[in-house]
């Protein structure tokens, strides 16, 4: 007698044949809901942290309910952690539309681009909840934090390869007070979008560039 092969043995109901007639369509389907939960809850976190926002308040924007928010993300951590890939994304998409050589450049994370104060509210709000505790917003904070400074020091010690930043400063120093001012310009400007925070970042670069020659 030989023995049963995969085949033999495979499940072959009403379930099985259901999910091999799932289509392209149900899937683009699926993949639009998905994105839809994530972009309306993206904003809520920004304005509640992660411990007071709801998913019911997230369903009521999408116009779904909460269980079928549940069926798309099995739980309220697991839609957080979708929202801040989502974030991390947008991040990258900041440095990759700006200036790459250029320390000017970093001006893009002062977020005065259309539709940044959302994203940069919730990196503030974050950071709340990462002094709380909260796992899963530690690690972007951390994650996020490394992803500045390496950006930031790889742009200094560009440009003081090409003399416009004053050789005789110490780049790790240099990077610490540049991300520092970039988080808190961030800031500011969440809190009053009157100021011109692009100005005060150019004085500060200003002050890291070369003394004038003496004659």
Request: glycine share 6%.
């Given at each position: 007698?030989?023995?049963?092969?995969?085949?033999?043995?495979?499940?072959?109901?009403?379930?099985?044949?259901?999910?091999?007639?799932?289509?392209?369509?149900?899937?683009?389907?699926?993949?639009?809901?998905?994105a839809?939960?994530?972009?309306?809850?993206?904003?809520?976190?920004?304005?509640?942290?992660?411990?007071?926002?709801?998913?019911?308040?997230?369903?009521?924007?999408?116009?779904?309910?909460?269980?079928?928010?549940?069926?798309?993300?099995?739980?309220?951590?697991?839609?957080?952690?979708?929202?801040?890939?989502r974030?991390?994304?947008?991040?990258?998409?900041?440095?990759?539309?700006?200036?790459?050589?250029?320390?000017?450049?970093?001006?893009?994370?002062?977020?005065?681009?259309?539709?940044?104060?959302?994203?940069?509210?919730?990196?503030?709000?974050?950071?709340?909840?990462?002094?709380?505790?909260?796992?899963?917003?530690?690690?972007?904070?951390?994650?996020?934090?490394?992803?500045?400074?390496?950006?930031?020091?790889?742009?200094?010690?560009?440009?003081?390869?090409?003399?416009?930043?004053?050789?005789?400063?110490?780049?790790?120093?240099?990077?610490?007070?540049?991300?520092?001012?970039?988080?808190?310009?961030?800031?500011?400007?969440?809190?009053?979008?009157?100021?011109?925070?692009?100005?005060?970042?150019?004085?500060?670069?200003?002050?890291?560039a070369?003394?004038?020659?003496?004659?």
């Open positions: 007698m030989q023995p049963p092969t995969d085949e033999s043995v495979a499940p072959t109901g009403p379930a099985t044949r259901r999910r091999r007639r799932v289509s392209q369509r149900q899937l683009d389907e699926r993949a639009e809901i998905r839809a939960i994530v972009a309306a809850a993206l904003p809520v976190f920004a304005e509640r942290g992660y411990t007071q926002t709801t998913l019911d308040a997230i369903a009521k924007l999408v116009g779904i309910t909460r269980s079928g928010i549940l069926h798309h993300f099995a739980s309220k951590e697991l839609l957080f952690r979708a929202v801040l890939e974030q991390k994304a947008w991040a990258q998409e900041q440095v990759d539309s700006a200036d790459r050589s250029s320390v000017r450049g970093l001006s893009a994370f002062l977020g005065r681009a259309g539709g940044a104060r959302v994203p940069l509210q919730l990196v503030h709000v974050l950071e709340a909840e990462a002094m709380a505790g909260n796992e899963a917003a530690t690690s972007y904070v951390v994650t996020r934090a490394d992803f500045v400074r390496g950006e930031v020091h790889r742009r200094l010690e560009e440009s003081r390869a090409r003399g416009e930043v004053d050789p005789a400063i110490d780049l790790d120093e240099a990077t610490t007070l540049v991300a520092a001012a970039l988080h808190g310009l961030q800031a500011a400007r969440l809190v009053n979008e009157e100021l011109d925070t692009e100005r005060a970042f150019d004085l500060l670069l200003r002050r890291l070369p003394p004038p020659h003496q004659p």
